[in-house]
């Protein structure tokens, strides 16, 4: 049997790239995590279809109400409007969720070390996105130091971040070879039934299908023309 590897799925189309290609060695661990996002219920959807397509055994799926409770951010405070789209002109925009990756892999990695697995896998990019400072390849191998001084000494626990250096299209055109579920992931930031096509992420997403000559099946309520 494979090593066991905990993959954190989203539901989203990077994180269910990052499953296709840890699916290629490793036994998956799906952990998915909820935090009161305007599209919680619609992501968890996402997870589940998956997970299932990978027959993945072990889920686990927990809830973290604080970042609601902290603000501070358009994806868990409705007061805070969603940006239509984020140029990125050096400025992280307001659907940056304050440290949430370290606090996501806080999760992974007490979980991983109690199942005995060795790998994390997480979708991060840090080229082709908004600019998140969770996202760059530094934050992630200072991370692994620190769980390499927070766990025990046997544990070995290592962050795997396959698609950090990709392009949005280049992440869709390994998804495509790899036969990745892509139209059960979902992107939009704000809406559940119809992706708003206008968000951030919709836009990164309906750019990088196109540059990829891959059809994106998921409904939009408006698609720009790239």
């Known amino acids: 049997m494979n090593q066991k590897a905990v993959v954190l799925v989203s539901g989203g189309l990077d994180s269910c790239v990052t499953a ?3 699916y290629q060695d490793y036994q998956l661990c799906f952990l998915h995590i909820n935090y009161n996002q305007r ?10 279809e998956i997970a299932e397509f990978y027959n993945v055994k072990e889920r686990l799926i927990t809830k973290l109400p604080f970042f609601a409770q902290i603000g501070g951010s358009s994806l868990t405070d409705t007061n805070i409007s969603i940006p239509i789209y984020n140029k990125n002109e050096g400025n992280i925009p307001n659907t940056y969720v304050s440290f949430r990756n370290a606090v996501f892999l806080s999760f992974a990695v007490s979980w991983a ?3 005995g697995a060795k790998k ?9 996105s908004s600019g998140y400072p969770d996202c760059t390849e530094e934050f992630f191998k200072k991370f692994n130091q620190v769980i390499k001084y927070g766990t025990k000494p046997k544990t070995d626990i290592q962050i795997i971040t396959p698609i950090i250096h990709l392009k949005k299209y280049e992440v869709v055109k390994l998804g495509k070879k790899l036969n990745a579920p892509l139209d059960k992931t979902w992107s939009c930031y704000k809406n559940s039934e ?33």
Do not use: H
């Open 20 to 22: 296709a290609i840890a």
């Open 39 to 48: 599209t919680e219920e619609k992501e968890l959807i996402s997870f589940q």
């Open 113 to 115: 070390e109690n199942i």
């Open 120 to 128: 994390i896998f997480i979708g991060a990019m840090e080229q082709d």
């Open 194 to 226: 119809c992706a708003c096509g206008i968000c951030d992420s919709c836009l990164l997403r309906i750019k990088a299908f196109k540059q990829a000559g891959v059809k994106d099946n998921i409904p939009y309520a408006i698609k720009v023309l790239w």
